[in-house]
DNA sequence: AAATCAAAAACTGCATGCAATACTGCTGCA
DNA sequence: TGCAGCAGTATTGCATGCAGTTTTTGATTT
């Protein structure tokens, strides 16, 4: 079973093969997505070269890069900047990813493989005895593959990477959702609807159960930012 | 009434205050997209260089944001290429195409303001008089903008970037679906069951009613194909 | 003390050059 | 005649330099 979430990070030590540019559009992507270069943070080409040893040429491609997934913006003439994300933005990306999740579950439905249904099925099972012992770390990787597995069901690449970019994009304003109280229950029981629909071929209750599903991920989000702005 | 369906070609004309990557990224791509330069076409920078009487650096950076569009692969040490597209890709994107669209629907069918919904009622009547009349090239003009109001409608400008990319992607092989004797008329029927849905809110109704619209409209292009190849 | 303006510093956009890698065609050998 | 190895050429990846624009800073005025 091959599950790739992280897509770009792959061969990220060996350095042969892969240009300088795509390993500074990696890194810095990485940078920004954990944080360390926070939204509004100017991209000097200078600077950034000199901390990565390299010239301004490929950290200028890298940005440029960067710019077309939408994590970096690019104003002609003046400095790069790392995207700002509004709440209003935030709202509409976690409305997209859910629509997008969902549409990816209505497929599954519709299209996995029964060996994929199983797989799916199990996957779920296992993550049951996480919430058992209550392993918060152990269920979220768990929840990662999970979610892998509806988008690779859905035999759409397309669909499925545009979701894959979203969830990524998103990580840094999800982290804190299995914290909250009774949360892994709660989300285990709504898994528990998805895949009965997605392996039982119910094309709408797995549209319906997703949605559902991460509508309330977002829910707590915005609780945990209100809390935060408090 | 504000519509923008290719937005990379604003101000194609005026050279100011755009960098000349920008400007090569627009015309390459459109070079690209209407046919000047095949799939599998090799980009020698040199070449563009000279062609569009500027240095390698810009054309590389131009190449790059290409790259990350989909339109262009990138090939470490060796030359870029005009993305090949494969049938199965083809089919691939069409389903992708069909659900956001699909999408965009369900969602205008929640959010739209009165008044959207009202364009929408408005612009379908203007193209009934348009099939009336057997104006084909008025239609498919009028169809953009048909489309294009229920991107806009969704009120999700990742969703609706993603539906116009996409379309934009395949327009080059979407060109002769109203070709099709009775394409017009037929297109209007199922225009006015997709507006019908969405005018009076019924969310699953407007994503059936799309999903089955551009699930016909790929018909007629696999037709097509097939004739071709034949 | 705040605002304004000008000069300087900093930075981006682009051109050019060099080194390293990939490609092409040729020659020699089977 | 066909294939393998090799030299020459073409082409990419990256560094560096210069010109033009933006930003910053400091002085001057109100």
């Keep these: 079973m091959i599950i790739r979430v992280v897509n770009e990070t792959v061969e990220m030590t060996s350095s042969n093969k892969q240009t300088q540019t795509d390993k500074l559009a990696a890194e810095i ?3 920004i997505l954990s944080g360390v270069l926070a939204p509004g943070t100017r ?12 010239s301004r040429t ?36 976690f409305v997209a990813m859910g629509e997008l999740e969902a549409t990816c579950a209505r497929l599954s ?10 797989r799916l099925q199990s996957q779920h099972e296992r993550m049951g005895a996480l919430v ?3 392993d918060v770390a152990g269920f979220i990787e ?31 304003y999800r982290r804190a959702q299995f914290r909250s109280p009774g949360r892994l229950p709660r989300s285990h029981a709504e898994h528990e609807r998805i895949m009965q629909a997605i392996v ?3 094309a709408a209750a797995a549209h319906a159960a997703m949605l559902n599903h991460v ?16």
Tied chains: 1, 2.
């Design 29 to 31: 992507g990485d940078a």
């Design 43 to 54: 991209l000097d080409e200078h600077r950034l070269a000199e901390q990565y040893a390299v």
């Design 58 to 93: 490929p950290v200028r491609e890298a940005i440029r890069s960067l710019a077309a997934t939408g994590l970096v913006e690019l104003r002609p003439r003046r400095s790069a900047v790392v995207a700002e994300i509004t709440p209003a933005q935030l709202e509409i990306m």
């Design 109 to 118: 439905a519709m299209s996995m493989t029964p060996i994929e249904r199983r």
């Design 132 to 134: 058992e012992s209550d």
């Design 142 to 172: 768990a929840n990662l593959i999970f979610h892998a597995l509806i988008y690779a069901g859905s035999h759409n690449s397309i669909l499925a990477d545009m979701a894959v970019g979203l969830r990524r994009r998103l990580g840094p």
């Design 200 to 202: 039982s071929g119910d």
């Design 215 to 230: 509508s309330l991920v977002e829910d707590t989000f915005i609780g945990l930012t209100a809390t935060r702005a408090a």
